[in-house]
C-alpha cells in the first residue's frame, strides 16, 4: 500500500525565513500529489496541486511544490513565511488509478514567529 | 458553487453513548463522498467512502458505521462510542474525473468521548 512521509513534525521559523517541507511518497506508479493546509480553528484548504506537465506547481498565498519524481518527493517551499502562514500543512497523494484512494502524510505544524 | 456541511460542529458524548454525524453537499449531483478522521498529533485516515446512495466502502474495520440515505447526505454513526473515537471527523468531496480529481473538504467535526 502506498504512503506518504512528512518527516517535519514542528518546524518553528521566524517571519521572513524561507520555508521548505518535505513530502515522501512510497508507491511506483503515477501519482497526483497534492498540499493542504488547516489554519487553527478553520478546516482543511486545498493549497496546491499537482497532476501532469511542469513539476512546479504555484499555488495559492505565494506557496509552490516541485515534485522530483525520482526522488519520490513533493516538498513544498515558500521564499519568505508570514505569521499568518502559521498552520498544520498535509501532503496528500492518490494513484493514478482505480485505487482512488487519498493517502495523506501525518501532517507538519508550521509555527511563524512575529 | 459547491459546498460541504458538517453538522455538529463540536460534540462531547459519553462512552457507550450512540453517534450521528451529518455531512451534506450542494451544487454538485451524485458526488464521491468520504469520511475521515484525525486524531491529534495524527494525520488524516480514511473511514469510509461512498459513489452513490446506499453504496458504502469501508477502509478500516472500527466502532463506527456510514450510510448515504441521499445523494448529497452521507452520515458517520455508531451504536455506542468508545473513548478511541474522539477525535476530528471530516467530511469531503470529489470534484473532477479520473486522474484530475481532487478533494474538497467541509469544516469538521470534533468529537469528545469521555
Known amino acids: 500500500a502506498q504512503s506518504v512521509s512528512q518527516h517535519n513534525h514542528h518546524v518553528i521559523l521566524s517571519e521572513a525565513a524561507s520555508l521548505e517541507l518535505g513530502c515522501n511518497y512510497s508507491?511506483?506508479?503515477?501519482?497526483?500529489l497534492f498540499w493542504y493546509v488547516q489554519y487553527p480553528g478553520q478546516h482543511l484548504q486545498l493549497l496546491l496541486k499537482y497532476f501532469s506537465g511542469d513539476p512546479l506547481v504555484k499555488g495559492i498565498k505565494g506557496f509552490e511544490a516541485e515534485f522530483i519524481k525520482s526522488k519520490f518527493s513533493f516538498n513544498l517551499r515558500k521564499p519568505s513565511v508570514q505569521w499568518s502562514d502559521t498552520a498544520e500543512y498535509f501532503c496528500a497523494v492518490i494513484p493514478s488509478g482505480s485505487a482512488r484512494q487519498l493517502t495523506f502524510g501525518s501532517g507538519t505544524q508550521l509555527t511563524v514567529l512575529p | 458553487s459547491q459546498t460541504i456541511h458538517q453538522w455538529p460542529a463540536t460534540l462531547v458524548q459519553p462512552v457507550g453513548s450512540p453517534l450521528s454525524l451529518e455531512c451534506t453537499v450542494e451544487?454538485?449531483?451524485?458526488?464521491?463522498l468520504y469520511w475521515y478522521r484525525q486524531a491529534a498529533g495524527r494525520g488524516l485516515q480514511l473511514l469510509f467512502y461512498?459513489?452513490?446512495?446506499?453504496?458504502i466502502s469501508s477502509e478500516v474495520p472500527q466502532n463506527l458505521s456510514a450510510s448515504r440515505p441521499q445523494d448529497r447526505q452521507f452520515i458517520l454513526s455508531s451504536k455506542k462510542l468508545l473513548l478511541s473515537d474522539s477525535g476530528f471527523y471530516l467530511c469531503?468531496?470529489?470534484?473532477?474525473?479520473?486522474?484530475?480529481?481532487?478533494?474538497?473538504f467541509g469544516p469538521g467535526t470534533r468529537l469528545l468521548v469521555l
Open positions: 461512498s459513489v452513490g446512495i446506499g453504496q
Open positions: 508507491y511506483g506508479g503515477t501519482v497526483n
Open positions: 469531503a468531496w470529489r470534484a473532477g474525473q479520473g486522474a484530475r480529481e481532487t478533494q474538497y
Open positions: 451544487g454538485t449531483s451524485n458526488p464521491n
